[in-house]
Protein backbone atom coordinates (compact mmCIF):
# COMPACT_ATOMS: atom_id res chain seq x y z
CA UNK A 1 0.00 0.00 0.00
CA UNK A 2 1.57 2.75 -1.13
CA UNK A 3 1.41 5.95 1.67
CA UNK A 4 -0.25 8.99 1.03
CA UNK A 5 1.62 11.91 0.48
CA UNK A 6 2.58 14.59 3.08
CA UNK A 7 1.41 17.81 3.01
CA UNK A 8 2.76 21.11 5.08
CA UNK A 9 0.19 23.67 5.28
CA UNK A 10 1.84 27.48 5.69
CA UNK A 11 0.06 29.88 7.05
CA UNK A 12 0.74 33.35 6.81
CA UNK A 13 -0.60 37.17 6.80
CA UNK A 14 -3.12 38.45 4.60
CA UNK A 15 -3.63 42.06 5.96
CA UNK A 16 -5.55 41.96 9.66
CA UNK A 17 -4.72 39.53 12.39
CA UNK A 18 -8.32 39.45 14.26
CA UNK A 19 -9.47 36.39 12.25
CA UNK A 20 -6.50 34.37 13.65
CA UNK A 21 -8.38 31.84 16.10
CA UNK A 22 -11.41 31.65 13.01
CA UNK A 23 -9.21 30.45 10.41
CA UNK A 24 -6.80 28.31 12.35
CA UNK A 25 -10.06 26.10 14.01
CA UNK A 26 -11.23 25.72 10.81
CA UNK A 27 -8.46 23.96 9.46
CA UNK A 28 -8.03 21.67 12.30
CA UNK A 29 -11.83 21.34 12.37
CA UNK A 30 -12.46 20.34 9.10
CA UNK A 31 -9.04 18.94 7.70
CA UNK A 32 -9.47 15.05 7.70
CA UNK A 33 -6.57 14.82 5.36
CA UNK A 34 -3.47 14.44 7.70
CA UNK A 35 -0.74 17.71 7.79
CA UNK A 36 1.54 19.27 9.53
CA UNK A 37 1.47 23.10 9.50
CA UNK A 38 3.71 25.93 10.78
CA UNK A 39 2.64 29.07 11.44
CA UNK A 40 4.03 32.37 10.43
CA UNK A 41 3.29 34.78 13.17
CA UNK A 42 4.33 38.70 12.07
CA UNK A 43 4.53 40.27 14.66
CA UNK A 44 0.86 39.86 15.65
CA UNK A 45 -0.56 42.09 18.82
CA UNK A 46 -0.14 40.37 22.08
CA UNK A 47 -3.69 38.47 22.27
CA UNK A 48 -3.20 36.90 19.00
CA UNK A 49 0.43 36.15 19.77
CA UNK A 50 -0.66 34.49 23.11
CA UNK A 51 -3.76 32.44 21.32
CA UNK A 52 -0.91 31.27 18.58
CA UNK A 53 1.74 30.01 21.35
CA UNK A 54 -0.93 28.60 23.42
CA UNK A 55 -2.00 26.39 20.25
CA UNK A 56 1.13 25.50 19.01
CA UNK A 57 2.04 23.55 21.97
CA UNK A 58 -1.68 22.30 21.90
CA UNK A 59 -1.80 21.29 18.23
CA UNK A 60 2.16 20.29 17.87
CA UNK A 61 2.64 23.15 15.07
CA UNK A 62 5.63 25.39 14.53
CA UNK A 63 5.08 28.52 15.16
CA UNK A 64 8.05 31.14 13.80
CA UNK A 65 7.69 34.69 14.95
CA UNK A 66 9.04 37.93 13.17
CA UNK A 67 9.93 40.51 15.28
CA UNK A 68 9.03 43.15 12.85
CA UNK A 69 5.92 43.25 9.77
CA UNK A 70 7.24 41.67 6.47
CA UNK A 71 5.01 41.27 3.55
CA UNK A 72 2.56 37.92 2.84
CA UNK A 73 5.17 37.04 0.29
CA UNK A 74 8.08 37.63 2.54
CA UNK A 75 6.27 35.67 5.37
CA UNK A 76 5.71 32.47 2.79
CA UNK A 77 9.31 32.28 1.98
CA UNK A 78 10.16 32.41 5.82
CA UNK A 79 7.54 29.00 5.88
CA UNK A 80 8.63 27.54 2.59
CA UNK A 81 12.63 27.57 4.09
CA UNK A 82 11.36 25.62 7.00
CA UNK A 83 9.92 23.10 5.11
CA UNK A 84 12.52 22.73 2.86
CA UNK A 85 14.93 22.73 5.74
CA UNK A 86 13.85 19.30 6.62
CA UNK A 87 15.82 17.06 5.87
CA UNK A 88 13.80 14.04 7.94
CA UNK A 89 10.58 14.68 6.62
CA UNK A 90 9.60 15.11 2.53
CA UNK A 91 6.86 16.69 2.19
CA UNK A 92 5.71 16.28 -1.62
CA UNK A 93 3.10 19.30 -1.09
CA UNK A 94 2.82 22.53 0.62
CA UNK A 95 -0.50 24.74 1.11
CA UNK A 96 0.27 28.19 1.37
CA UNK A 97 -3.16 29.74 2.98
CA UNK A 98 -3.74 32.77 4.28
CA UNK A 99 -4.85 33.57 7.74
CA UNK A 100 -8.01 34.85 7.28
CA UNK A 101 -9.26 31.77 5.29
CA UNK A 102 -12.01 29.49 6.56
CA UNK A 103 -12.30 25.93 4.89
CA UNK A 104 -14.93 23.21 3.62
CA UNK A 105 -14.58 19.80 5.01
CA UNK A 106 -12.87 17.80 2.23
CA UNK A 107 -10.82 20.71 0.78
CA UNK A 108 -7.33 19.16 1.42
CA UNK A 109 -8.31 15.51 0.30
CA UNK A 110 -9.67 17.46 -3.11
CA UNK A 111 -6.62 19.51 -3.63
CA UNK A 112 -4.06 16.55 -3.72
CA UNK A 113 -5.85 14.16 -5.40
CA UNK A 114 -6.00 16.86 -8.11
CA UNK A 115 -2.05 16.87 -7.80
CA UNK A 116 -1.96 13.43 -8.09
CA UNK A 117 -4.28 12.52 -10.91
CA UNK A 118 -3.02 16.05 -13.18
CA UNK A 119 0.60 15.54 -12.10
CA UNK A 120 0.03 19.59 -11.65
CA UNK A 121 2.68 21.81 -9.84
CA UNK A 122 0.01 24.14 -8.47
CA UNK A 123 -3.52 23.68 -7.69
CA UNK A 124 -5.96 26.03 -6.41
CA UNK A 125 -9.80 25.66 -5.04
CA UNK A 126 -12.87 27.03 -5.57
CA UNK A 127 -12.27 30.57 -3.37
CA UNK A 128 -15.00 32.14 -2.15
CA UNK A 129 -15.71 35.31 -0.42
CA UNK A 130 -18.22 36.92 2.21
CA UNK A 131 -20.37 35.62 4.77
CA UNK A 132 -22.25 33.81 5.03
CA UNK A 133 -19.19 31.40 3.88
CA UNK A 134 -19.13 29.17 0.34
CA UNK A 135 -21.73 31.37 -1.12
CA UNK A 136 -20.10 33.60 -3.87
CA UNK A 137 -16.86 33.06 -5.90
CA UNK A 138 -13.95 35.13 -5.81
CA UNK A 139 -11.36 33.13 -7.39
CA UNK A 140 -11.91 29.88 -9.92
CA UNK A 141 -8.77 30.20 -12.33
CA UNK A 142 -8.53 32.02 -15.06
CA UNK A 143 -6.53 33.17 -18.03
CA UNK A 144 -3.06 35.05 -17.66
CA UNK A 145 -0.55 35.02 -19.99
CA UNK A 146 2.02 37.16 -21.44
CA UNK A 147 1.02 38.63 -25.51
CA UNK A 148 3.78 40.07 -27.74
CA UNK A 149 3.12 42.16 -30.66
CA UNK A 150 5.38 43.05 -32.87
CA UNK A 151 3.97 46.86 -34.71
CA UNK A 152 5.49 49.15 -37.26
CA UNK A 153 9.07 47.79 -35.77
CA UNK A 154 7.71 48.37 -32.11
CA UNK A 155 7.23 45.20 -30.26
CA UNK A 156 4.72 45.73 -26.87
CA UNK A 157 4.43 43.05 -24.57
CA UNK A 158 1.39 43.07 -22.34
CA UNK A 159 -0.81 40.78 -20.06
CA UNK A 160 -4.14 39.41 -21.14
CA UNK A 161 -6.50 38.35 -17.73
CA UNK A 162 -9.47 37.70 -17.35
CA UNK A 163 -11.04 35.78 -14.60
CA UNK A 164 -13.49 32.94 -14.21
CA UNK A 165 -16.82 32.67 -12.15
CA UNK A 166 -15.97 35.92 -10.40
CA UNK A 167 -19.01 37.64 -8.30
CA UNK A 168 -20.95 34.59 -8.90
CA UNK A 169 -23.50 32.59 -7.06
CA UNK A 170 -22.37 28.97 -6.15
CA UNK A 171 -25.42 27.89 -6.36
CA UNK A 172 -25.82 29.81 -10.13
CA UNK A 173 -22.73 27.75 -11.84
CA UNK A 174 -23.16 24.37 -10.19
CA UNK A 175 -22.41 23.24 -13.51
CA UNK A 176 -19.57 24.44 -13.69
CA UNK A 177 -17.66 23.60 -10.66
CA UNK A 178 -15.53 20.89 -11.83
CA UNK A 179 -11.46 20.30 -12.03
CA UNK A 180 -10.05 22.75 -14.75
CA UNK A 181 -6.67 23.51 -16.01
CA UNK A 182 -6.38 27.26 -15.58
CA UNK A 183 -3.73 29.96 -16.14
CA UNK A 184 -3.56 31.55 -12.67
CA UNK A 185 -4.57 30.70 -9.04
CA UNK A 186 -4.44 33.31 -5.83
CA UNK A 187 -2.43 33.17 -2.82
CA UNK A 188 -5.30 32.77 -0.54
CA UNK A 189 -5.26 28.93 -0.85
CA UNK A 190 -2.79 27.34 -3.12
CA UNK A 191 -1.37 23.69 -3.37
CA UNK A 192 2.39 23.37 -4.81
CA UNK A 193 4.20 20.53 -5.48
CA UNK A 194 7.52 21.14 -3.29
CA UNK A 195 9.95 19.80 -6.35
CA UNK A 196 8.60 22.92 -8.26
CA UNK A 197 10.77 25.35 -5.86
CA UNK A 198 14.25 23.52 -7.78
CA UNK A 199 13.24 24.81 -10.87
CA UNK A 200 12.04 28.71 -9.72
CA UNK A 201 13.44 29.02 -6.27
CA UNK A 202 11.38 31.02 -3.17
CA UNK A 203 9.44 33.14 -3.95
CA UNK A 204 9.45 36.82 -4.89
CA UNK A 205 9.86 39.28 -2.50
CA UNK A 206 10.04 42.13 -5.04
CA UNK A 207 6.61 41.39 -5.44
CA UNK A 208 5.35 43.15 -2.01
CA UNK A 209 2.27 43.82 -2.15
CA UNK A 210 -0.17 42.94 -5.53
CA UNK A 211 0.19 40.90 -8.21
CA UNK A 212 2.23 38.09 -6.23
CA UNK A 213 -0.06 35.14 -7.50
CA UNK A 214 0.26 35.75 -11.23
CA UNK A 215 3.87 36.43 -11.06
CA UNK A 216 4.58 32.99 -8.85
CA UNK A 217 2.23 31.00 -11.54
CA UNK A 218 3.81 33.04 -14.87
CA UNK A 219 7.30 31.27 -13.12
CA UNK A 220 5.27 28.03 -12.84
CA UNK A 221 4.43 27.99 -16.28
CA UNK A 222 7.85 28.95 -17.34
CA UNK A 223 9.36 26.16 -16.00
CA UNK A 224 6.81 23.76 -17.66
CA UNK A 225 4.90 23.36 -14.23
CA UNK A 226 0.66 23.19 -15.08
CA UNK A 227 -1.68 24.48 -13.00
CA UNK A 228 -5.23 23.36 -12.11
CA UNK A 229 -8.31 25.03 -10.55
CA UNK A 230 -9.82 22.26 -8.39
CA UNK A 231 -13.76 23.47 -8.35
CA UNK A 232 -14.92 20.75 -5.36
CA UNK A 233 -12.52 21.84 -2.94
CA UNK A 234 -13.71 24.75 -1.29
CA UNK A 235 -12.53 27.69 1.07
CA UNK A 236 -13.61 30.87 1.72
CA UNK A 237 -11.49 34.44 2.62
CA UNK A 238 -12.27 37.72 4.27
CA UNK A 239 -15.15 36.34 6.08
CA UNK A 240 -16.75 39.64 6.46
CA UNK A 241 -20.61 40.59 5.59
CA UNK A 242 -20.79 41.29 1.65
CA UNK A 243 -24.11 42.29 -0.20
CA UNK A 244 -25.70 41.46 -3.69
CA UNK A 245 -26.24 44.06 -5.93
CA UNK A 246 -29.23 44.17 -8.31
CA UNK A 247 -27.62 42.10 -10.92
CA UNK A 248 -26.92 39.53 -8.45
CA UNK A 249 -23.25 39.71 -8.58
CA UNK A 250 -21.09 40.80 -5.70
CA UNK A 251 -20.50 44.22 -4.92
CA UNK A 252 -16.61 43.76 -4.48
CA UNK A 253 -16.12 44.93 -1.08
CA UNK A 254 -19.89 45.01 0.01
CA UNK A 255 -21.25 46.13 3.42
CA UNK A 256 -18.01 45.86 5.82
CA UNK A 257 -18.86 45.27 9.68
CA UNK A 258 -16.70 47.19 11.38
CA UNK A 259 -16.55 44.76 14.36
CA UNK A 260 -14.30 41.89 12.03
CA UNK A 261 -12.29 44.96 11.58
CA UNK A 262 -10.30 45.40 15.17
CA UNK A 263 -8.50 48.74 15.16
CA UNK A 264 -5.31 46.72 16.31
CA UNK A 265 -5.30 45.22 12.91
CA UNK A 266 -4.47 49.05 11.41
CA UNK A 267 -0.30 48.94 11.67
CA UNK A 268 -0.07 45.85 9.56
CA UNK A 269 -2.92 46.93 7.65
CA UNK A 270 -1.91 50.42 6.51
CA UNK A 271 1.41 49.15 5.57
CA UNK A 272 0.47 45.88 3.88
CA UNK A 273 -1.51 48.38 1.52
CA UNK A 274 0.44 51.29 1.51
CA UNK A 275 1.06 53.19 -1.79
CA UNK A 276 4.69 52.49 -1.79
CA UNK A 277 4.37 48.78 -1.81
CA UNK A 278 1.52 48.73 -4.37
CA UNK A 279 3.43 50.71 -6.93
CA UNK A 280 7.00 48.74 -6.09
CA UNK A 281 4.90 45.25 -6.88
CA UNK A 282 3.57 46.68 -10.22
CA UNK A 283 6.53 48.34 -11.45
CA UNK A 284 8.91 45.08 -10.21
CA UNK A 285 6.55 42.75 -12.25
CA UNK A 286 6.74 44.73 -15.41
CA UNK A 287 10.24 45.12 -15.48
CA UNK A 288 10.44 41.32 -14.51
CA UNK A 289 8.74 40.45 -17.10
CA UNK A 290 9.63 43.26 -19.55
CA UNK A 291 6.20 44.52 -20.23
CA UNK A 292 4.70 47.51 -22.10
CA UNK A 293 3.77 49.73 -19.93
CA UNK A 294 -0.01 49.67 -21.27
CA UNK A 295 -3.46 50.07 -19.60
CA UNK A 296 -3.29 47.17 -17.83
CA UNK A 297 -0.69 49.33 -15.64
CA UNK A 298 -1.94 52.79 -15.80
CA UNK A 299 -5.79 51.46 -14.23
CA UNK A 300 -3.78 49.72 -11.43
CA UNK A 301 -1.66 52.99 -11.04
CA UNK A 302 -4.92 54.71 -10.45
CA UNK A 303 -6.22 52.14 -7.92
CA UNK A 304 -3.55 52.43 -5.67
CA UNK A 305 -4.78 53.07 -1.78
CA UNK A 306 -8.29 51.44 -2.88
CA UNK A 307 -8.14 48.96 -0.48
CA UNK A 308 -7.91 51.26 2.30
CA UNK A 309 -10.21 53.43 0.81
CA UNK A 310 -12.50 50.68 0.92
CA UNK A 311 -11.92 48.77 3.54
CA UNK A 312 -11.22 51.66 6.06
CA UNK A 313 -12.58 55.18 4.87
CA UNK A 314 -15.99 53.92 3.67
CA UNK A 315 -16.55 51.87 6.96
CA UNK A 316 -15.47 55.01 9.18
CA UNK A 317 -17.99 57.20 6.45
CA UNK A 318 -20.76 54.60 7.06
CA UNK A 319 -20.75 54.63 10.57
CA UNK A 320 -20.37 58.59 10.68
CA UNK A 321 -23.76 58.64 8.60
CA UNK A 322 -25.88 56.16 9.80
CA UNK A 323 -25.48 54.09 6.52
CA UNK A 324 -26.05 56.82 4.54
CA UNK A 325 -22.40 57.50 3.39
CA UNK A 326 -21.39 60.97 2.29
CA UNK A 327 -19.14 61.17 -0.97
CA UNK A 328 -17.62 64.78 0.24
CA UNK A 329 -16.75 63.10 3.61
CA UNK A 330 -15.42 60.05 2.09
CA UNK A 331 -13.23 62.51 -0.38
CA UNK A 332 -11.76 63.99 2.68
CA UNK A 333 -10.84 61.45 4.62
CA UNK A 334 -9.04 59.68 1.78
CA UNK A 335 -6.97 63.46 1.76
CA UNK A 336 -6.20 62.97 5.36
CA UNK A 337 -5.49 59.03 5.17
CA UNK A 338 -2.90 59.17 2.67
CA UNK A 339 -0.32 61.89 4.38
CA UNK A 340 -0.88 59.47 7.39
CA UNK A 341 -0.38 56.37 5.33
CA UNK A 342 2.77 57.54 4.07
CA UNK A 343 3.99 58.11 7.63
CA UNK A 344 3.01 54.67 8.49
CA UNK A 345 5.70 53.69 5.86
CA UNK A 346 8.54 56.07 6.54
CA UNK A 347 8.36 55.37 10.52
CA UNK A 348 8.37 51.58 9.18
CA UNK A 349 11.58 51.74 6.70
CA UNK A 350 13.12 54.09 9.61
CA UNK A 351 12.47 51.46 12.58
CA UNK A 352 13.27 48.59 10.24
CA UNK A 353 16.87 50.71 9.20
CA UNK A 354 17.37 50.70 12.53
CA UNK A 355 17.07 47.27 13.45
CA UNK A 356 19.13 46.68 10.46
CA UNK A 357 22.00 48.48 12.23
CA UNK A 358 21.58 47.10 15.96
CA UNK A 359 21.94 43.70 13.90
CA UNK A 360 25.46 45.04 12.06
CA UNK A 361 26.57 46.14 15.43
CA UNK A 362 25.89 42.95 16.96
CA UNK A 363 27.60 40.78 14.62
CA UNK A 364 30.66 42.71 14.50
CA UNK A 365 30.95 42.14 18.53
CA UNK A 366 30.28 38.90 18.52
CA UNK A 367 33.47 38.55 15.65
CA UNK A 368 35.07 40.77 17.90
CA UNK A 369 34.60 39.01 20.86
CA UNK A 370 35.11 35.59 18.83
CA UNK A 371 38.61 37.17 17.45
CA UNK A 372 39.96 37.68 20.81
CA UNK A 373 38.66 34.89 22.51
CA UNK A 374 40.64 32.55 19.72
Not at 78 to 85: F, I, R, S, T
Not at 237 to 249: A, F, K
Not at 335 to 364: C, D, F, G, S
Request: charged share 25%; proline share 4%.
Amino acid sequence: MNAIPKVMLIVGPRERFSSTQTSLESLYNHTKYPFDLVYVDVCTPAPIRQYLQEQAQARSFHLIRTNYYISPNQAKNVGLKYVLEQTNEQYKYVVFIENDVIVKPGWLTKLVECAEETNAAVVGPLTCIGSPAHQVIHNAGGKSYIVTEVNDQKTRRYIYQSAALTGKAVTAVADKLRRKKTDYVEFHCMLVRTSIFDQVGLLDEGMLATREHIDFCFMVTQAGGTIYSEREAVVTTDTIGIETNQTGLVDWFGSIQLPDFRWFDLPYFMLRWNDAWDLASLHHLRQKWDLTEDDYFKKRYAKVGARRHELLIKPIVRSLTLGKGNPWLEKLLIQIERPINRWVYRRYMQQRMKQHQLAETLAEQAQLAQSQFT
